[in-house]
């Protein structure tokens, strides 16, 4: 496993995420988390916002509180994510982006998610062969009882889809500058 360390991820100071890039890597950061969120239903869901475009930044990190517990997920570059709890909270201050735009933590409202138990954390693959990640790590997979939440690979960076348990009626949430 490879380790980015920084001082500053894009604004959130002290954040020294590890990325990793294959689902044999990611799995044990999904088993850490499962005991605190399994058999849980999704609070909130947090992203930062551009307070001048008043826009989601899609760069950092999606913030997912369930039963008093925050998890972090960041997609970057092509195939790598990180994963993580109580690393950051939507009351972790972001300092301005290397734009200089104001950021802040906003409730990010993905349809049929909010109040949805928790069945199962796991590493998500991209399984559309016409895309070139085909295979890939793609981001993380959230099994619910109403059905699956994915944070998932937009283009390096940060895009939600949520689909029935089959993966039908998808519906993808990508925005950003």
């Not at 005991?35 to 826009?55: E, F, Q, T």
Request: charged residues 25%; hydrophobic residues 40%; glycine residues 6%.
């Amino acid at each position: 496993m490879r380790e980015v360390v920084v001082s500053s991820w894009l604004g959130l100071a002290d954040f020294d995420p590890p990325f990793v890039n294959t689902v044999e890597e990611l799995e044990p950061y999904c088993a850490a988390i499962r005991p605190y969120v399994v058999g849980y239903p999704i609070d909130r869901i947090s992203a930062a916002y551009n307070l001048y475009y008043d826009d989601w930044n899609t760069d950092l990190p999606i913030l997912i509180e369930v039963n008093g517990h925050c998890i972090d997920i960041m997609n970057f570059k092509f195939d790598e994510v990180t994963l993580g709890i109580d690393r950051l909270s939507p009351k972790t201050e972001i300092e301005k982006d290397w734009e200089q735009w104001d950021l802040e933590w906003r409730e990010y409202r993905v349809e049929g998610v909010l109040g949805s138990v928790i069945e199962d954390v796991r590493p998500c693959i991209e399984e559309n062969p016409r895309f070139m990640n085909y295979g890939l790590l793609f981001g993380v997979e959230f099994t619910l009882s109403t059905g699956v939440l994915r944070v998932a690979n937009g283009l390096d960076t940060n895009m939600f889809i949520v689909c029935d348990a089959d993966g039908s009626n998808e519906k993808i949430y990508r925005e950003g500058l």
